[in-house]
């Protein structure tokens, strides 16, 4: 099998992760806090490092790697049914993955799919129980309608932290800068915690956090990923800073800011990284 077809094939499992990690965190921020929203926060976290192995392997056979979602399974009224879905997305990338390793003959990248395929079983299972402890437990759905300038600034919010974070990745695939690489996975797992904060905050206060992103900058050179991350990063930086003087919840006020603190942050980083990278 050529590389451009491998890459293919890789890709499509890679928009199943993406799908399955988008799926899974917006059921486990909308049950709050609890055991069984933890375990499918992990399982969500398992999911990424294998949407990051799969992009590094694109990478190594010189394809990019997609920024498609796969076909998210988001019906269903109880948490029990979302556990059914969450059995059937499992069950879909499994196939996939048997598909995959019999199709490519490349030993590595096999070794790699087995190792994902193997995951993907126990994930399988881990739904399963949940279908049972879920109806066993009762566990609610938390998220309401509410509807205000509170609930528009936490969706900008994710908005743009989901954005970010497949733009960091993305360029954390694609830049050969070692150290630069380095620093966009971190900022991206910090990406993450912001998401995750926000999230939360909606559930919370009744809302239901949409999670979308939009356009995601797709340079290839180094100097020009750095340009449009720190132009992003003092944009929101401002607008987290509005965000938070326009709320009454003290709380909220406290984390905005303090998501504020770490777009500057990520703001000064990129700005050494871009000097050292054009000097
Ligand atoms: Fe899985
Ligand atoms: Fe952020
Ligand atoms: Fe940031």
Redesign the pocket.
Known sequence: MDKEKIVELLNQDLEGEHAAIIQYLTHAYAMGEGEMACEIEAIAREEMRHLDWLAETTVELDGAPSLKRGEMRMGGEAVAEWMGNNVLQEEDGINQYKEHIKAIDNPKIKRLLKRILSDEESHHADFQHFVDKAKKEGAKDLRGSRRDEVTQILDWGIEHEYT?ILQYLLHSYLTPNDEVKEEMQD?AIN?MQHIGWLAEEMVGGGGNPRIEHTKVDRSTKTADMLRADIKV?KE?AEAYDRAAKKMKDPDLKKLLLRIRD??IY?TEVFTDLLREETD
């Open positions: 970010v900022q990406e990063e929101v770490h777009e990520h």
